[in-house]
């Protein structure tokens, strides 16, 4: 069986948030795939669907936590299932890769991901898949008083994506998608 978790955040205020893709990228995989309706599972804060793809059972979850709570939705599901980590994958944003740009990465800490480092304070381990979602404007930087200074990371990842990000998205969501499916093809 393989746990496959995008992170984000519940509610309409930050549906199309740049945090927020990691859920689209679970609701397009969903989708591709033929996946039920996702259901609120109160038990474990979760929206969650399932079904079976190449004779592996698979369960979709999108944590109802807030990001930086996602470790308790994650450990709860892991502990109920007795899963191994290593059929967990975790789909989320990343703001130190350009936008446009996926990485799989196992085995490593949250890089300041606040969500990430949740599930790996939760379940006491980082030794689990992620796919990296590229946010990172590129060569974008925030001015005040005439001084340049980095983008305000708390505040960047909650803004909407411009419209010529979501063309770029486009794609990415959809690569993001065969990415997953090709890492529960090496589990």
Excluded: C, W
Excluded at 52 to 79: E, R
Excluded at 132 to 150: A, M, N, S, Y
Excluded at 167 to 173: D, R
């Amino acid at each position: 069986m393989f746990l496959i978790v995008g992170l984000g955040n519940p509610s309409i205020k930050y549906k199309n948030t740049r945090h927020n893709i990691g859920f689209r990228i679970i609701d397009e995989f969903a989708k591709e795939n033929n996946f039920p309706e996702f259901k609120l599972s109160k038990k474990h804060n979760s929206l969650i669907s399932e079904s079976i793809i190449n004779d592996n059972k698979i369960m979709l979850v999108k944590p109802q936590t807030f990001m930086n709570s996602s470790g308790k939705a994650i450990k709860s599901i892991i502990d109920y299932l007795s899963l191994i980590t290593d059929n967990l994958i975790v789909v989320h944003d990343d703001i130190d890769i350009e936008i446009g740009e996926i990485r799989i990465s196992e085995n490593r800490g949250s890089a300041g991901h606040k969500g990430v480092q949740s599930i790996i304070d939760e379940i006491n381990t980082k030794d689990f898949a992620r796919v990296r979602v590229g946010i990172k404007p590129v060569g974008k930087i925030q001015e005040q008083g005439g001084d340049t200074q980095p983008i305000i990371t708390e505040k960047f990842v909650l803004e909407k994506f411009t419209q010529d990000e979501e063309k770029i998205l486009e794609n990415i969501i959809k690569q993001s998608s065969v990415r997953i499916m090709d890492q529960t093809k090496m589990g």
